[in-house]
C-alpha cells in the first residue's frame, strides 16, 4: 500500500536523454523519455498492441516508437501511427503519468493525474541556488521496503554505530532527539553540543578537532522525502534555536527513496553546501563520504529487511530513538487511509 496522490522521485535527471529508460516504480512498470524541447515524460512501460516494453523501443521526435511493430506513442501516451494503416484503433493508448523535472530530480505522480500540482513537490531550492554547491548522488537500489529507509533518517543515532569513518560520533547517543509533528510533517532535532566534530565536519570545516555545536533538524514529509538540515559551529557559537544564520558550515540533505515493490526501493539523495562552494577537492570529499556513509546504510537495510522476512510476526520493542520514525509511520498510515476513504467518492 502506497500514497498514490504524491509526487515520487522517478529518476535524476542524467539518467533520462535519447534512450528509454525503465523503471519499477510503485510496482508499475515505467518508461521514461523526453521530447525534443527537454521535457521529461513518463509512460506506462507496456505497449497496448502486445505488451512489448516501450522502453525497447526509440524516441523519434516527440513521439516514442515501440520496438515491436512500430505504433507510435506521443507525450500523453496516445497512439499517434500505426504503421500501414491509415485508422488508429480505439483505445489505443498507453497511461501517462503527470511528469516533472525540479531541484535536480525528475518527480513523477502515480495517482489522479487532476490532483498533480507540481507546487506540491518539497520546495528543496538549495539544489539549484547559486550561493550553494551540489552533489547528486547515485541511485542507490536498496533491498527494503522504503519506509525502513525514512526510520533510518530520522534515527540519527545510527551514526554512532554505523558511520563511524565518516559522519558519526560517539557522543550523539549522549544528546536526546526532540520530536514535533506538524500538519503534514514530522521534525526531529537533535544538538550534540560541545564536542568533537566527525571526521568528514572536522575536515570541511577547518575546525579540526576543537570542540563543535553540531544539529541535525530532520523533515520528513509524505510520502518519503526527508529533507536534512546538517551542520556545526564551534562550540558555543550557535544559540540552538535552528540552524544559525551566518555560522559554521550548513549541509542540506535532499532524501527521496521511492519503492520498487514493496520490498524494494529507489533512493535517490543529494547534498548541498554553501561553504568552500567552487573547491573541487571538497567537492570529490563529499561525494565519497557520503556515497560511502549511504552505501553502509544500503547493506544494513538490507540485512533488516531480509530478517523481518524470515520472521515477519516477530515482536520488536520500541526505545526513544523510534519516535519520531515512528510518527512518520503514523503520518503516512494516515495519508493512506484517507485516500482509500476518498477514492469511492472519486469514482
Ligand atoms: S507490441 Fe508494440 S507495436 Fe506491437
Ligand atoms: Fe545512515
Known amino acids: 500500500m ?12 542524467r539518467e533520462v536523454g535519447e534512450r528509454p529508460l525503465a523503471r519499477t516504480l510503485l510496482d508499475e512498470a515505467v518508461v521514461l523519455w523526453r521530447l525534443p524541447d527537454g521535457r521529461p515524460i513518463a509512460l506506462e512501460d507496456r505497449c497496448c498492441h ?36 491509415a485508422t488508429i484503433p480505439p483505445g489505443a493508448r498507453v497511461r501517462a503519468f503527470p511528469c516533472v523535472e525540479r531541484w ?20 528543496w531550492w538549495w539544489a539549484t541556488h547559486p550561493d550553494w554547491a551540489i552533489n547528486p548522488g547515485p541511485v542507490l537500489y536498496v533491498r527494503c521496503n522504503y519506509q525502513l529507509i525514512t526510520d533510518n533518517l530520522q534515527d540519527l543515532s545510527h551514526l554512532a554505530y554505523v558511520h563511524t569513518r565518516t559522519i558519526g560520533t560517539g557522543a550523539i547517543v549522549d544528546f536526546p532527539v526532540k520530536t514535533e509533528r506538524e500538519d503534514g510533517l514530522v521534525r526531529s532535532t537533535r544538538w550534540t553540543v560541545d564536542s568533537p566534530a566527525p571526521p568528514l565536519f572536522a575536515t570541511a570545516s577547518g575546525y579540526g578537532d576543537r ?11 509524505p510520502p518519503c522525502h526527508t529533507l536534512i538540515h546538517a551542520g556545526c559551529a564551534l562550540a558555543g557559537v550557535a544559540d540552538r534555536c535552528g540552524p544559525p544564520d551566518g555560522a559554521g558550515i550548513h549541509i542540506k540533505v535532499l532524501n527521496a527513496p521511492t519503492p520498487e515493490t514493496s520490498g524494494a526501493s529507489h533512493y535517490f539523495y543529494a547534498h548541498c553546501w554553501n561553504f568552500r ?14 556515497k560511502k556513509t549511504f552505501e553502509e546504510d544500503v547493506d544494513l537495510l538490507a540485512a533488516q529487511q531480509a530478517m523481518l522476512d524470515r520472521a515477519p510476526g516477530a515482536t520488536q520493542i520500541d526505545i526513544n530513538v523510534d519516535a519520531p520514525g515512528l510518527a512518520c509511520r503514523r503520518m503516512v498510515a494516515a495519508a493512506i487511509a484517507a485516500e482509500a476513504d476518498a477514492a469511492p467518492r472519486r469514482a
Not at 567537492?283 to 557520503?290: A, I
Open 50 to 85: 502486445r505488451s512489448l516494453p516501450l522502453s525497447m523501443g526509440r524516441v523519434v521526435g516527440d513521439r516514442l516508437q515501440c520496438g515491436y511493430h512500430g505504433l507510435e506513442f506521443d507525450a500523453a501516451g496516445t497512439c499517434v501511427r500505426v504503421p500501414g494503416q
Open 277 to 290: 562552494q567552487h573547491d573541487a577537492d571538497l567537492k570529490t570529499l563529499m561525494f565519497d563520504e557520503f
Open 104 to 123: 535536480g530530480f525528475i518527480w513523477f505522480w502515480p495517482g489522479d493525474p487532476d490532483d498533480a500540482d507540481p507546487a506540491l513537490i518539497p520546495n
Open 211 to 221: 570542540p563543535v555545536d553540531r544539529w541535525q533538524i530532520v523533515e520528513t514529509t
Open 2 to 13: 502506497y500514497i498514490r496522490n504524491a509526487w515520487y522521485v522517478a529518476a535524476f535527471p
